[in-house]
Nanobody, 117 residues
Framework: VQLQASGGGLVQAGGSLRLSCVVS????????MGWYRQAPGKQRGLVAT???????KYASSVKGRFTISRDNAKTTVYLQMNSLKPEDTAVYYC????????????WGQGTQVTVSS
């Protein structure tokens, strides 16, 4: 299984970016796809997840500003990020996992998001 993330970049505070992650290979269902981020000197943490049934979960810091979605036909997960803040600056990683099979848990390579003030 491979995950290819794209869409990061440099944006001013208040701006928007959309991240994409294409998942290829043998994909089990049900599954949960999501985005995590890691800022310098901090641990990687949850941004948002979405199940194969479309149930979403967000970190409180991004709720109302970020929207996660997925296209099951294209096995792609998206993260629309609006009203970006400097504290959103981090490397963003996409993830795909099975809710019950711990061994089915994969990460993308990460994409840098930098928000300038």
């Amino acid at each position: 299984v491979q995950l290819q993330a794209s869409g990061g970049g440099l944006v001013q505070a208040g701006g928007s970016l959309r991240l994409s992650c294409v998942v290829s290979g043998r994909i089990f269902s049900p599954n949960v796809m999501g985005w995590y981020r890691q800022a310098p000197g901090k641990q990687r943490g949850l941004v948002a997840t979405i199940t194969s049934d479309g149930i979403t979960k967000y970190a409180s810091s991004v709720k109302g500003r970020f929207t996660i979605s997925r296209d099951n036909a294209k096995t792609t997960v998206y993260l629309q990020m609006n009203s970006l803040k400097p504290e959103d600056t981090a490397v963003y990683y996409c993830n795909a996992k099975h809710p019950y099979r711990a061994s089915w848990n994969y990460w993308g390579q990460g994409t840098q998001v930098t928000v300038s003030s």
